[in-house]
């Protein structure tokens, strides 16, 4: 049996946007390094070190350009998968915000920290912190772990009050170097609607996290590192004195959800991922359907696409391949082949479900970019 796959249609460096086949995945290139360079300047007043979360894009030439762009030195993953693929690809210096659980996984984790320059992992338990210990000595290495902690989230990290007997536990571990702390913020998103909300949340959970680095230092064991969270709040948690590193990483993109959030902030021409999609049916003149559904917009959030550059038609329902546009309030009639652009609804999902990223400028290909780590969720 032989494979037969066409990249004839690819797209291609300089190709106008107008001749792409859809549905595509854009990201506007000049507006995407603007939200980078945004960020960098938040970070740079506040003195905080911006480590980009690459589990957004999981494309090590972006990676390399947003550590370009920060003017810091490493990147952050969430799988062991993207670790290797950025490794792979010349990123040496990488924090793992996620627990590696078993033994093959953790040989690996050694593995890969024999060819990078820089690498640090995460532990919330004695399970966690004893493995991770057991690795290191059967890999001849000394591994670099940070304490999570559950700041709100109730998802991973161990309880504030029992963060000083597991920092004791790394510090006094043969193999083991105490990095620091993650403390993860982002439980004051779903918790605040307005900005000051945003900050006094922000505010309140870095006081906790100052307890906790108290606590710890106060055993005598130096926090170096309090990593703090993602797109909506590390600009604001950075504030606080207490933080040395921000991990944003839907910040180059943004999304519906941000949009959404942050009102006073993000606005649609800070939205940078898209889909192009083409009209395939009007079947009446107050609906009409596009190319892409939810094979093609990820829909694990509430909410739903938007359309980039207009107000008066409205993304109401997906299947696999079809997009449901009510166009009532639409004073235009559409057709058949008329392109339509959306801004995704939650980006690190939407990029996930494709191959390729299109960066565009002035209406044509600027970049290619391949969702190199997609499917590396081991
Ligand atoms: C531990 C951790 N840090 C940082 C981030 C990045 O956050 P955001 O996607 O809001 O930019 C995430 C996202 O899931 C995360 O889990």
């Known amino acids: ?55 957004t ?39 793992l915000s996620y627990q590696v659980v078993g033994e093959s996984k953790l040989d690996r984790l050694c593995w890969l920290d024999e060819r990078v320059e820089a690498l640090a992992t995460t532990v919330d338990s004695a399970a966690t912190i004893d493995a991770l210990d057991a690795a290191a000595e059967r890999n001849d290495r000394t591994l670099h772990a940070i304490l999570e902690i559950d700041m709100g989230l109730h998802r991973t990290g161990v309880d504030p009050d029992d963060a000083v007997g597991l920092a004791e536990r790394i510090a006094d571990a043969d193999d083991l170097a105490f990095d620091g702390i993650l403390a993860y913020d982002s439980h004051v998103k779903s918790e605040a609607s307005t900005e000051a909300e945003l900050e006094d949340g922000c505010w309140a ?25 993602g797109t909506a709040t590390s600009r604001y948690s950075a504030r606080h004195p207490v933080v040395t590193e921000i991990n944003p990483g839907m910040y180059p993109f943004n999304d519906v959800g941000e949009l959404r959030l942050r009102p006073w902030e993000v606005s649609k021409t800070d939205c940078t991922a898209t ?40 993304y109401v329902n997906a299947s696999e391949e079809h997009g449901w546009i009510d166009t009532s309030e639409a ?43 997609r499917g590396k969720v081991r």
Request: net charge negative; hydrophobic share 40%.
């Open 331 to 373: 004073d235009e009639s559409f057709e058949v082949g008329d392109r339509l652009e959306f801004i995704v609804p939650h980006v690190c999902t939407t990029i996930n479900l494709h191959d390729l990223i299109v960066g565009v400028r002035d209406g044509a290909v600027a970049d290619l970019w391949e969702v190199q780590a």
């Open 205 to 229: 959970a870095m006081e906790l996290a100052q307890e906790v680095v108290d606590g710890i230092e106060a055993a005598g064991i130096p926090v170096g590192e309090v990593k703090v969270g």
């Open 275 to 314: 889909v192009l999609t083409t009209v395939i049916s009007v079947p009446d003149e107050d609906r009409l359907v596009v190319d892409g559904g939810s094979k093609t917009f990820s829909l694990d959030k509430p909410q739903l696409p938007v359309p980039k550059h207009r107000d008066d038609i409205e």
């Open 57 to 95: 894009h999981k494309n090590a030439a972006l990676a390399a350009r947003e550590v370009e762009l920060t003017g810091d030195t490493g990147i952050c993953c969430q799988t062991l998968g993207e670790v290797e693929t950025m490794a792979r690809n010349g990123i040496d210096d990488v924090y």
């Open 1 to 55: 049996m032989t494979t037969w796959t066409s990249d004839e249609m690819a797209p291609r460096l300089g190709e106008p946007i107008d001749d792409l086949e859809t549905p595509v995945l854009l990201a506007d290139v000049d507006a995407m390094e603007r939200n980078i360079r945004e960020y960098a300047a938040v970070a740079d007043e506040h003195d905080v070190d911006l480590r980009s979360h690459v589990k």
